[in-house]
């Protein structure tokens, strides 16, 4: 089970940090990964990270801008959004996939544990 929290409205050029925790399974042999939604708009991968080998992979829209970690000790993945637009606009979700150590997926069709969205807010 993903549990992902930390959404909320920020102006434009402000922070937010969103966390996913994750319970019932240890996640070592997967990849955890965010996407985001926008109104009217499809689902698209916003970044992710191999849990073993710490391997990450960006949009080409978040990169420099965006932070995923992850703290082992507590089984939660990170998601640091600096500098926002109000494009960055949208309900956030993070999910798992299984995976090997070399490999980072970012297609949706490949995570098979999905938690509930949490909404971020740019206010331009």
């Known amino acids: 089970q993903l549990q992902a929290s930390g959404g909320g409205l920020v102006q434009a050029g402000g922070s937010l940090r969103l966390s996913c925790t994750a319970s019932g399974r240890t996640f070592s042999s997967y990849a955890m990964g965010w996407f985001r939604q926008a109104p009217g708009k499809e689902r698209e991968f916003v970044t992710a990270i191999n849990w073993s080998s710490g391997r990450t992979l960006y949009a080409d829209s978040v990169k420099g801008r965006f932070t995923i970690f992850r703290d082992n000790t507590d089984n939660t993945v990170y998601l640091q959004m600096n500098s926002l637009k109000p494009e960055d606009t949208a309900v956030y979700f993070c999910?798992?996939?299984?995976?090997?150590?070399?490999?980072?997926?970012?297609?949706?069709?490949?995570?098979?544990?999905w938690g509930q969205g949490t909404l971020v807010t740019v206010s331009s």
């Open positions: 999910a798992a996939a299984h995976t090997n150590l070399y490999y980072t997926p970012s297609s949706s069709d490949e995570y098979v544990y």
